[in-house]
């Protein structure tokens, strides 16, 4: 079992960067695939990118493809995302994720779900 704790939310303008952390619980992190989903008000829950247990895979949602970055730290039991030129559409609840399944840079089926961090981008 594995948990999951983001930090790094905030309200930001248009344009600007903002680093969201996911810090994991347990000895076994690096055997995860880990990812980010996010929800929009009113929206459905999307998937924004994931990375292999070696961090040598990643896959991005078209919507952030370019400006978001998906990195990990076995050492440290951590998961980034930076997030760059920022959209009012970016506006959501981010959830890091974490999932036992080999990733093979495709699908990615997240098993564990931190508490979510809001990211509130103005225009």
């Known amino acids: 079992q594995v948990q999951l704790v983001e930090s790094g939310g905030g309200l930001v303008q248009a344009g600007d960067s903002l680093r969201l952390s996911c810090a994991a619980s347990?000895?076994?992190?690096?055997?995860?695939?880990m990812g980010w989903f996010r929800r929009a008000p009113g929206k459905e829950r999307e998937f924004v990118t994931a990375i292999s247990w070696s961090g040598g895979l990643t896959n991005y949602a078209d919507s952030v493809k370019g400006r978001f970055t998906i990195s990990r730290d076995n050492a440290k039991n951590m998961v980034y995302l930076q997030m760059n030129s920022l959209k009012p559409e970016d506006t959501a609840v981010y959830y890091c994720t974490a999932s036992r399944t080999y990733y093979s840079g495709s699908s990615y089926s997240p098993d564990y779900w931190g508490q979510g961090t809001q990211v509130t981008v103005s225009s």
């Open positions: 347990g000895r076994t992190f690096r055997s995860y695939a």
